[in-house]
């Protein structure tokens, strides 16, 4: 949180709200005004305005500054969220998305008018195809889930092709939640497979479900454990030889940057989080991107169109590389401000720096790993890539669980760990440093840890009724469910 | 020193990590990778450029697009060129906003958390539904996932869309219908540009899960929404309406004329065209399908000490608790372009959207009298517009090349409906907002004159 701390309630924008007050300016009216005679029809108009508030610029600032200031994000302090790769967003990505170059063009002008936005889409479209080892990329997805739909729907298009109907898709029961959603939406089923007690894939268990009804594997490498697949050739070779495809699940790429392909792993469909890897931010939520890699025996199938550039080095929208595409999946050209910032990110490091980027965040894992291990429950203690998980079941003893530690973590500055997943290991705590936080940042969340952990012990209520330092309390999320109230029904 | 400015590990520290971890080297923490799939190769990705250097390398290339602050738009077709009050960027641009995860640490994330039970408050009263969520992708995906919904709440297969929803939003749906196994109808549209109530009833059936229409429609034209409804409601379909939210500030809200679900795209709120995005779709419904929603939802509760505040709720929906069995796979929104949408609506406020939708309505039927006026254009479709109008353009005519000879005198043409219905050859879908002055209006139509 910042230096100073916010502590009262912060009004609705409504409740600000004095009739007579405004915050906008237009032009003047140059045409003759028709907005009150017949250009629509009595019963198509609106009866009574929307209850919109009336504040002036003053209250407009001062309300979302106070807003944002009982936020946190990366620039407020250490994020190490497990499988989020927060890792610092590049200001100059910000600016380079707001060039009016970039800001201020349409996706349906002329393509000779647009000459270098589609460089840029194409130039990163190839990138992304080298860092993976795919053959061709679709920036269109706007997000990983989004992404691994678009995926299974190519692997189910490409079976289909072959007058093959298959409806299975595997996924270890370390994946992340978005997999077996995925294939839902995609019309397929799912099978989850054991981890080995080593948190890996069980070869065994693999050759048991795979058969003539085998879609796809979907897999992250490394794993949702931090840990790498190393029989990751066998396993592509026993999905392969019945005729199944494999997905990479690119959330974890922070690992693997020049160190190791998809592509040479034997994967054949990979969506990459680029609002992870690639330095974008997650804006609270979005707006991300995910675009999708494929291997050349699914290029017919991606959505189209995608960039490519003639004989004369002209840029231009291509449909005609996917004759069977799956049709479109997202409107326009993908989340093009965020692709502008991932290709702006890659240019900031080059070819060398990005390998450097992904050792950088497996050292860190690997050093706070080692730090940490002693005072928790390490179940997989090995190296690790660019995260690792801890159990925090040795606190149970004292009553303090993990959301509690996790919710204490917010009194010594931190944003918490992803909590509770993977979902084998108990009481779990995920926790990804990335690359951008320097030694002492690590040592200093390692104390912040190892003393949570003390006062579970010495007094557990202490830790059990934080956090304390926050705008608000433990919030009462049973009420939240259970009635309802999801808007300030401010007109009624 | 370490070669790259967001990276901190000097020599020293990662010495004394690998001590502390017991390695030699890096190399070592990758031991576990078999050699076989190792890439001992240099990426193949553009070189490192400096911050200067890739400034000046990402200016050019941004110099070779035609924007907007040095061309006079008349392109909409789902993405319109409006003004931005500065204030929108100032307060996205607050590292706490745009560098913050997803807001699953409540306590923590109040300030996100608030702006988004605020966006989906804004989203209620313009569509008149009771319900909204937090935003989703776009538009085109919001229109697919309410045709999903409709499929779960009635389990029946069929759904109806107008030959009027944007084409791509069309694209969308049919790639979404085939992961679900679901049928498309499109019904046309009749000679006056309203979508055809008589096709629909003739094709409507009680296999018919969804009726989506979309208001103002493709070709700008007003849709009477009730009627719609009503057709569905009659076999119990739902009706679903995708909307531009900057028309409800004049036009009946969807939830009034009978709508279950309201679907659309923020991006006229505040959000840059960005050659299509990111901008921010908005789902809203009535409170009976609340719990069917997709997507992320924020709602209003206590903490311990009664102090109001915020939380995402009704997770049973979502993804990363049903799995398989989730409602849908999306697991996040378009937080930042939710709240750039919600500060717009903040800074216009109630009089400010009337005012700013009015002056679309003015400009826009200006131009259109001047089509009017016009011996070698006409209008195509009788019925009403909002903000954009089908231009109908002579025989033998080549909007394509009409265009490329436009933008030599710094206008961007409006978009060539042949592209995606050859029945729609040389016409031209036009869009005039409130940032074209009546001069490049003019100046536009003149242009035009002398070059069919």
Not at chain 1, 253 to 279: C, E, Q, W, Y
Not at chain 1, 427 to 451: R, V, W
Not at chain 2, 2 to 20: C, F, G, I, K, V
Not at chain 2, 110 to 123: K, R
Request: hydrophobic share 40%; aromatic share 8%.
């Amino acid at each position: 949180m910042s230096n100073q701390q916010p502590i009262k309630n912060q009004a609705l924008i409504t409740e600000l709200s004095h009739p007579g007050r405004k915050a906008y300016e237009l032009s003047a009216c140059d045409v003759p005004d028709i907005s009150e005679t017949q250009w629509a029809p009595a019963e198509a108009k609106r009866q009574v305005a929307a209850a919109l508030p009336e504040v002036y610029e003053v209250d407009v600032v001062r309300h979302y500054t106070a807003l944002s200031r009982r936020n946190f994000g990366i620039d407020n302090g250490f994020y190490p969220l497990g499988s989020c790769t927060m890792k610092y967003n590049p200001k100059i990505n910000e600016d380079v998305a707001r060039f009016a170059g970039f800001a201020k063009i349409h996706p349906y002008q002329p393509e000779s008018s647009i000459q270098g936005a589609l460089e840029v889409l194409y130039n990163l479209q190839n990138d992304l195809a080298s860092i993976t080892g795919m053959d061709q990329v679709t920036l269109q997805p706007a997000a990983g889930a989004h992404g691994e739909w678009t995926g299974l729907m190519m692997i189910r298009a490409y079976h289909e092709s072959r007058g093959e109907h298959r409806t299975q898709v595997i996924c270890p029961d370390t994946a992340h939640g978005t997999n077996p959603a995925s294939a839902t939406v995609a019309g397929l089923d799912t099978i989850t497979i054991k981890s080995t007690p080593d948190g890996l894939v069980d070869l065994d268990e693999l050759r048991k479900v795979v058969g003539p009804n085998t879609a796809a594997l979907m897999l992250t490498n490394p794993n949702t454990l931090g840990l790498f697949e190393q029989q990751i050739e066998e396993i592509a070779k026993v999905v392969h030889e019945v005729g199944g495809l494999l997905y990479y699940d690119g959330a974890n790429a922070n690992a693997i940057m020049g160190i190791t392909r998809p592509g040479d792993m034997g994967f054949d469909v990979v969506h990459l989080n680029l609002h992870k890897t690639m330095s974008t931010p997650h804006g609270g939520g979005g707006p991300g991107a995910g675009p999708v890699g494929v291997k050349a025996r699914l290029i017919p199938f991606l959505p189209t169109p995608i960039v490519s550039k003639n004989a004369k080095g002209d840029f231009f929208l291509d449909a005609s590389i996917a004759p069977q595409t799956i049709g479109r999946v997202k409107g326009f050209l993908g989340n093009f401000g965020i692709l502008l910032r991932a290709y702006t990110y890659i240019r900031t490091y080059g070819p060398e720096g990005l390998r450097n980027v992904s050792e950088q965040a497996v050292l860190n894992a690997n050093y706070l790993f080692r730090v940490l291990a002693p005072h928790f429950d390490a179940p997989f203690l090995r190296h690790c890539k660019h995260e690792f998980v801890l159990s925090g079941k040795k606190l149970k003893a004292s009553g303090v669980r993990t959301l509690d530690l996790a919710k204490r973590l917010l009194d010594y500055g931190y944003h918490p760990p992803t909590i509770y997943f993977p979902l084998i290991v108990e009481e779990g705590i995920m926790i990804e440093p990335t690359e951008t936080e320097s030694k002492e940042t690590l040592d200093q969340f390692a104390a912040a840890m190892i003393a949570i952990a003390q006062e579970a012990v010495d007094d557990p209520q202490l830790v059990l009724n934080a956090p304390y330092t926050t705008p608000v309390q433990r919030l009462d999320e049973t009420l939240a469910a259970r009635k309802p109230v999801l808007n300030c029904a401010c007109g009624s | 020193m370490n070669e790259h400015r967001y990276l901190p590990m000097t020599d020293q520290d990662r010495a004394s990590m690998l001590a502390t971890i017991g390695v030699e080297s890096i190399e070592d923490l990758f031991s576990d990778i078999p050699e076989t799939i190792r890439y001992r190769e240099r990426l193949n990705v553009g070189e490192k450029l400096s911050e200067p250097d890739l400034l000046r390398y990402m200016r050019k290339l941004a110099a070779k697009n035609a924007d907007t602050d040095r061309f006079a738009s008349f392109l909409g077709a789902g993405m319109y060129d409006h003004h931005l009050p500065v204030v929108i960027n100032h307060m996205l641009l607050r590292g706490e906003f745009f560098t913050a995860y997803t807001p699953y640490q409540a306590e923590l994330s109040q300030g996100e958390l608030q702006a988004i039970f605020e966006f989906q408050s804004y989203i209620c009263e313009l569509t008149g539904m009771q319900v909204a969520n937090a935003s989703m992708y776009d538009g085109a995906t919001a229109l697919a996932e309410a045709a999903a919904l409709a499929y779960g709440a009635t389990k029946r297969t069929e759904i109806i869309v107008s030959h009027a929803v944007h084409p791509e939003a069309r694209e969308v749906l049919r790639t979404t219908a085939k992961g679900l196994g679901l049928t498309v109808v499109e019904i046309p549209v009749q000679a006056d540009g309203q979508t055809s109530l008589h096709a629909l009833e003739q094709r409507i059936n009680q296999n018919t899960a969804a009726v989506l229409v979309q208001s103002p429609n493709f070709y700008g034209i007003i849709e009477p929404l009730q009627a719609f409804s009503d057709a569905a409601h009659a076999v119990g379909a739902l009706s679903v309406v995708s909307a531009n939210p900057m028309s409800l500030a004049l036009l009946e809200a969807p939830g009034k004329l009978g709508a279950d679900l309201c679907v659309g795209d923020c991006q006229p709120f505040g959000i840059p065209v960005s050659l299509g995005g990111p901008s921010c779709g908005y789902f809203s419904a009535t409170e009976a399908l609340m719990r069917k929603i997709p997507g992320r939802i924020v709602g209003q509760t206590v903490d311990k000490s009664g102090r109001r505040g915020f939380v995402l709720t009704l997770q049973a929906r979502e993804q990363h608790i049903r799995r398989e069995k989730a409602t849908s796979n999306i697991c996040s929104n378009q937080a930042l372009m939710a709240l750039a949408a919600s500060i717009y609506l903040s800074t216009m406020g109630k009089e400010g959207l009337r005012d700013v939708a009015k002056l679309n309505i003015n400009k826009a039927h200006y131009a259109a009298s001047l089509v009017q006026k016009s011996s070698r254009m006409s209008l195509k479709y009788a019925a009403s517009f909002f903000n954009e109008f089908v231009v109908e353009l002579p025989e033998s005519i080549d909007i394509d090349g009409l265009n490329e000879v436009l933008l030599k005198t710094g206008i961007i043409g409006g978009y060539n409906l042949g592209k995606t219905d050859a029945s729609l050859n040389r016409h031209m879908l036009i869009a005039v907002t409130e940032t074209r002055t009546k001069e490049e209006i003019d100046g536009f139509f003149a242009r035009l004159e002398e070059l069919l």
